[in-house]
């Protein structure tokens, strides 16, 4: 059962960037990390999926140790539109217990 | 291209009712993945489908159940509301496996069982 952990909130300022750890202690050996952004009244919007080291595409980029652990979803330069809730989701194909989690409620400061 | 769609937006039933909510996924998608969401448990997975197969399924009662038809698009049910069952059901199509690549959501189902 891949639990994940992820800080309830934080807080940011415009320009900033902005790291978000999750932590995935009981990661299995062909689970892959993925992250989403949820804004109030929609569904979840795809950031950034990835297996192992790093992976960076035009909005983000996502770090995951050697040991896989944890992962850390980076935003650079954000602005006052990033603010939403981002998901930390752990599994494979096959794993019927996929847990999002409660999310991260990321706010953006002027 | 047009988005996944989810039919109806807003629902109200009574307790003990039984629901019926549809998904059409992208075109060309084959998986479908249906969430729950609520304020206190948050994104809950329900189950997925795959070319008219269940191929996962969360910890969820019996009463949900679902079902995909020969051209993608699925539909969840749930019979003898809760008032628990209050909340917004999404649905998400991929490609392939929903936990490999990324997932479309839909705008949701916002259902409230009185």
């Known amino acids: 059962l891949a639990k994940t952990t992820q800080p309830i909130s934080m807080d940011s300022y415009e320009g900033q960037e902005v790291n978000i750890t999750c932590s995935h202690n009981?990661?299995?050996?062909?689970?892959?990390i993925t992250w989403y952004q949820q804004f109030p009244s929609q569904g979840p919007r795809f950031i950034i999926q990835g297996y192992k080291t790093k992976v960076t595409n035009e909005v983000a980029s996502l770090f995951i140790p050697a040991d896989r652990k944890s992962s850390t979803l980076s935003l650079p330069r954000v602005s006052l539109s990033d603010t939403a809730v981002y998901y930390c989701?752990?599994?494979?194909?096959?794993?019927?217990?996929?847990?999002f989690g409660k999310g991260t409620r990321l706010h953006i400061l002027p | 291209k047009a988005g996944v769609t989810q039919t109806p937006r807003y629902l109200i039933k009574t307790r003990g009712q039984q629901v019926t909510l549809s998904c059409s996924p992208i075109s060309g998608h084959r998986s479908v993945s249906w969430y729950q969401q609520t304020p206190g448990q948050g994104l809950q997975f329900l189950f997925e489908?795959?070319?008219?197969?269940?191929?996962n399924k969360g910890n969820f009662p019996g009463r949900f159940s679902g079902r995909q038809f020969s051209n993608s698009r699925s539909e969840m049910n749930v019979s003898t509301l809760e008032l628990g069952d209050s909340a917004l059901y999404l649905c998400a199509s991929s490609l392939g496996a929903y936990v490999r690549g990324e997932q479309f959501f839909g705008p949701g189902t916002r259902l409230t069982v009185l």
């Open positions: 989701l752990v599994g494979d194909v096959g794993d019927d217990k996929i847990i």
């Open positions: 009981n990661i299995a050996t062909n689970d892959y």
């Open positions: 489908y795959f070319s008219e197969t269940q191929r």
